[in-house]
């Protein structure tokens, strides 16, 4: 009975699969051989530059944040000085901070 369905789940992913291929090549062929389609492209493609731009935006403010924290890091442990100088846990029943 396994091999059954093992070959039901194969059957059904290649079912699929072809599904969404064919859905993709029409919407691909829409988008590039219909004149409806070349237009909606030109009207959606502003938009897309748009995101893009934004998520490079995005993406630099996030680099800038971590720089930030790596620096704080950075800063608050040479303000703590050596780590040999500290107790890890300052507690004796304490194994770990959590």
Do not use: C
């Not at 070959?7 to 969404?20: K, L």
């Amino acid at each position: 009975m396994e091999g059954l369905e093992a070959r039901v789940t194969e059957d059904s992913r290649t079912m699929a699969a072809t599904i969404a291929g064919a859905v993709i090549g029409g919407i691909v062929g829409y988008l590039f051989f219909t004149d409806r389609g070349r237009e909606v492209r030109r009207q959606v493609e502003p938009a897309l530059d748009d995101l893009a731009r934004e998520l490079n935006s995005f993406r630099h403010t996030i680099r800038k944040a971590i720089g930030v924290a790596s620096e704080g890091w950075r800063m608050l442990n040479e303000a703590a000085g050596p780590e040999d100088q500290h107790q890890r846990y300052p507690s004796v029943h304490q194994a770990e901070p959590f």
